[in-house]
């Protein structure tokens, strides 16, 4: 979207700015037939980043296409700005597939952010697909704790505004984050992580990403300076 931030001050500019595009809708919208599971990781000894998509038909649950590229992280570790370190990299993993997936569910935060716009915001409008945030951890909110059962859920409640749920996605398994990123409401959302998670806590997708950027890591020559390493709530 133009000239990209260089400091966190215009970056939560920018996130103000792609905050007032994000829309979510009051009542649910097509479900998604298929969806890319997007995730970023961060090698510990370089500013090396590896980000993967994997693309699953939701009704079968097999895996459709994979994609993965290499980088460098481009922006510093600032709480609340991961996008800025994600986003344009995994814009060129969605370029790689052959079909647009119906909606992308990344590992972190949709609404679920101090400014409303966590990674999976930002890149939903950005690509224009509707998106989910899917967090292993809290960043923002109160929330009860959901019921022992897969499938319960409690609202996540910041400054008076719901903004996403906290799900238990298997029996008396530690719950997950779930917010809307764009063009798909708060219970969907969460009905659609669901659907995606078979034997495991994390969406299926998100696992296979998380692996098989973990993966190119692991195998590439390191370079560059420590700077850059976590991956913390977006």
Same mark, same amino acid.
């Given at each position: 979207?133009?000239?990209?931030?260089?400091?966190?001050?215009?970056?939560?500019?920018?996130?103000?700015?792609?905050?007032?595009?994000?829309?979510?809708?009051?009542?649910?919208?097509?479900?998604?037939?298929?969806?890319?599971?997007?995730?970023?990781s961060?090698?510990?000894?370089?500013?090396?980043?590896?980000?993967?998509?994997?693309l699953?038909?939701?009704?079968?649950?097999?895996?459709?296409?994979?994609?993965?590229?290499?980088?460098?992280?481009?922006?510093?570790?600032?709480?609340?700005?991961?996008?800025?370190?994600?986003?344009p990299?995994?814009?060129?993993?969605?370029?790689?597939?052959?079909?647009?997936p119906? %909606?992308? /569910? &990344?590992?972190?935060?949709? $609404?679920?952010? #101090?400014? @409303?716009?966590?990674?999976?915001?930002?890149?939903?409008v +950005?690509?224009?697909?509707?998106?989910?945030?899917?967090?292993?951890?809290w960043?923002?909110?109160?929330?009860?704790?959901?019921?022992?059962?897969?499938?319960?859920?409690?609202p996540?409640?910041?400054?008076?505004?719901?903004?996403?749920?906290?799900?238990?996605?298997?029996?008396?398994?530690?719950?997950?984050?779930?917010?809307?990123?764009?063009?798909?409401?708060?219970?969907?959302?969460?009905?659609?992580? %669901?659907? /995606? &998670?078979?034997?495991?806590? $994390?969406?299926? #997708?998100? @696992?296979?990403?998380?692996?098989?950027?973990?993966?190119? +890591?692991?195998?590439?020559?390191?370079?560059?300076?420590?700077?850059?390493?976590?991956?913390?709530?977006?």
């Amino acid at each position: 979207m133009g000239h990209w931030p260089r400091t966190p001050e215009e970056a939560e500019r920018v996130q103000r700015e792609v905050a007032e595009r994000v829309e979510i809708p009051t009542g649910p919208v097509p479900a998604p037939r298929t969806v890319a599971g997007l995730d970023v990781s961060y090698a510990t000894d370089s500013d090396q980043i590896a980000a993967a998509g994997v693309l699953v038909d939701v009704a079968s649950g097999e895996v459709v296409e994979e994609a993965m590229v290499e980088g460098v992280a481009g922006f510093p570790y600032v709480p609340g700005l991961l996008a800025f370190r994600e986003v344009p990299i995994l814009l060129r993993v969605l370029e790689r597939f052959r079909g647009a997936p119906d %909606l992308l /569910l &990344c590992d972190g935060q949709g $609404l679920a952010h #101090p400014r @409303r716009c966590g990674v999976a915001c930002h890149l939903g409008v +950005l690509a224009g697909r509707p998106a989910i945030g899917c967090a292993k951890t809290w960043f923002v909110g109160e929330h009860d704790q959901p019921g022992p059962r897969r499938g319960e859920r409690t609202p996540l409640v910041d400054e008076g505004q719901v903004v996403g749920e906290v799900l238990r996605t298997r029996d008396g398994v530690k719950p997950v984050y779930v917010s809307p990123g764009h063009a798909i409401g708060i219970a969907q959302a969460s009905d659609v992580v %669901l659907s /995606l &998670c078979s034997r495991y806590r $994390l969406p299926d #997708p998100l @696992r296979r990403a998380d692996h098989i950027s973990r993966r190119a +890591l692991h195998r590439a020559p390191r370079r560059g300076s420590p700077e850059g390493q976590q991956r913390q709530p977006s």
